[in-house]
């Protein structure tokens, strides 16, 4: 039976910290995604360690040594990522001290919009007080190989800080979690959307992607809702040893994904929120599988998106004129986007107007 070991890491200063910061993995699969903080919450933790306050502990998984020689990294973060990444950033000298900083062991000390360089350089005793600072760091190890007891210890630290639907599945790890990852890894999510993956947005668009796939080739051959507990329970359900199928999912997920980013552009306007990915991702798979990808241009899209202005103006002057489904697709779009019913009937909307022939789903 496995269970968790935990003790104080010895000599966790922040220049040590700072000297492995090579070995330390900031990224398991467990991880919530970085870049999260503000500047300002960045300056308030340096002015705590300037100013010697308590800090939250830091929680590090002590790996193996077989690890160690495969992957370099010694550690991999369980909570505390933020923090790490915000001491390093200062340190780069990515942000500088607020301008109404306090040094409160001598307020005659003016510190307020340094850099951590300009306080090596002016005040040379404060920049190795800092440096000396002694995170709180406990490493965690585990006495057997069960890494569901990691997962599990992530997700009870952040209970405290809510995790989004996108990270609370990622804590669920397995292998279509790392699908997932893989799968937002993709050019289109890299070079063609439009909107942020400060909190791997990018990730609950790809789990969509899969879903869809797995819905489309499972069973009854249908789709289903897009909604938390259907992703959930796709990350459950292919959690481990089903590699083979997985695999496959990904496969099929990607060759959609190669035709879209070379029909899209760098940051594309027509993609620049998630509801709508689902029904192009839809009418690619279904150029694909027809060998009919000549029939979905970013022209004809952009077209498309003019034509639903225009028959919203429309229907302001003219109601009886206006065309019916095309309010409905845009109604669809604004609310309910991962409804089956939604998906499937702007799906058939947007098909028709392509010229495309559509796969009845």
Same mark, same amino acid.
């Not at 960045?42 to 193996?64: G, M, V």
């Not at 160690?68 to 933020?82: C, E, L, M, N, P």
């Not at 001598?106 to 404060?126: F, M, Q, R, V």
């Not at 993956?197 to 668009?205: G, L, M, T």
């Given at each position: 039976?496995?269970?968790?070991?935990?003790?104080?890491?010895?000599?966790?200063?922040?220049?040590?910290?700072?000297?492995?910061?090579?070995?330390?993995?900031?990224?398991p699969?467990?991880?919530?995604?970085?870049?999260?903080?503000?500047?300002?919450?960045?300056?308030?933790?340096? =002015?705590?360690?300037?100013?010697?306050? $308590?800090? /939250?502990?830091?929680?590090?998984?002590?790996?193996?040594?077989?690890?160690?020689?495969?992957?370099?990294?010694?550690?991999?973060?369980?909570?505390?990522?933020?923090?790490?990444?915000?001491?390093?950033?200062?340190?780069?000298?990515?942000?500088?001290?607020?301008?109404?900083?306090?040094?409160?062991?001598?307020?005659?000390?003016? *510190?307020?919009?340094?850099?951590?360089? $300009?306080?090596?350089?002016?005040?040379?005793?404060?920049?190795? &007080?800092?440096?000396?600072?002694?995170? /709180?760091?406990?490493?965690?190890?585990i $006495?057997?190989?069960?890494?569901?007891?990691?997962?599990?210890?992530?997700?009870?630290?952040?209970e405290?800080? !809510?995790?989004?639907? #996108?990270?609370k599945?990622?804590?669920i790890?397995?292998d279509?979690?790392?699908?997932?990852?893989?799968?937002?890894?993709?050019?289109?999510?890299?070079?063609?959307?439009?909107?942020?993956?400060?909190?791997?947005?990018?990730?609950?668009?790809a789990?969509?992607?899969?879903?869809?796939?797995?819905?489309?080739?499972?069973?009854?051959?249908?789709?289903?809702?897009?909604?938390?507990?259907?992703? =959930?329970?796709?990350?459950?359900?292919?959690?481990?040893?089903?590699?083979? &199928?997985?695999?496959?999912?990904?496969?099929?997920?990607?060759?959609?994904?190669? #035709?879209m980013?070379?029909?899209?552009?760098?940051?594309?306007? *027509?993609?620049?929120?998630?509801?709508?990915?689902?029904?192009?991702?839809l009418?690619? &798979?279904?150029?694909?599988?027809?060998?009919?990808?000549?029939?979905?241009?970013?022209?004809?899209l952009?077209?498309? &998106?003019?034509r *639903?202005?225009?028959?919203?103006?429309?229907?302001? =002057?003219?109601? !009886?004129?206006?065309?019916?489904?095309?309010?409905e697709?845009?109604?669809?779009?604004?609310?309910?986007?991962n409804?089956?019913?939604?998906?499937?009937?702007?799906?058939?909307? *947007?098909?028709?107007?392509?010229?495309?022939?559509?796969?009845v789903?």
């Amino acid at each position: 039976m496995s269970y968790v070991e935990t003790a104080a890491l010895k000599n966790s200063t922040i220049m040590y910290l700072q000297s492995i910061r090579e070995e330390i993995n900031m990224n398991p699969d467990y991880q919530r995604s970085g870049g999260i903080w503000t500047t300002e919450k960045r300056r308030l933790l340096i =002015d705590s360690i300037l100013n010697d306050y $308590d800090l /939250p502990k830091i929680y590090f998984h002590e790996l193996s040594a077989e690890a160690f020689s495969k992957t370099g990294h010694k550690y991999a973060v369980i909570d505390g990522r933020q923090r790490l990444e915000t001491i390093w950033k200062f340190m780069d000298g990515d942000f500088t001290l607020a301008d109404d900083f306090e040094y409160q062991r001598d307020k005659k000390i003016e *510190l307020a919009g340094l850099s951590y360089d $300009d306080i090596a350089k002016t005040h040379p005793k404060i920049r190795v &007080r800092f440096d000396s600072f002694v995170m /709180p760091v406990v490493a965690v190890t585990i $006495d057997g190989d069960d890494l569901d007891l990691i997962e599990d210890m992530f997700s009870r630290l952040n209970e405290a800080v !809510p995790l989004n639907a #996108a990270e609370k599945r990622n804590a669920i790890g397995g292998d279509m979690v790392k699908a997932i990852t893989e799968v937002s890894n993709h050019s289109f999510f890299k070079q063609n959307v439009r909107f942020r993956n400060n909190r791997y947005q990018h990730r609950e668009s790809a789990a969509r992607f899969l879903l869809i796939e797995d819905s489309l080739t499972t069973g009854d051959e249908r789709i289903v809702d897009t909604k938390k507990v259907y992703l =959930d329970n796709l990350a459950v359900k292919y959690r481990e040893n089903q590699k083979k &199928r997985v695999t496959f999912l990904k496969k099929a997920v990607v060759s959609v994904l190669d #035709a879209m980013h070379k029909e899209f552009t760098k940051s594309d306007e *027509l993609l620049q929120a998630q509801g709508i990915l689902v029904v192009y991702y839809l009418v690619f &798979r279904a150029a694909v599988e027809k060998g009919n990808l000549d029939k979905i241009t970013r022209k004809k899209l952009l077209s498309f &998106r003019e034509r *639903l202005a225009e028959n919203r103006d429309q229907a302001v =002057d003219n109601y !009886p004129d206006a065309s019916f489904e095309l309010l409905e697709f845009d109604r669809l779009n604004q609310q309910g986007t991962n409804d089956a019913s939604s998906i499937k009937e702007r799906y058939r909307i *947007l098909s028709q107007y392509l010229k495309l022939s559509a796969a009845v789903i």
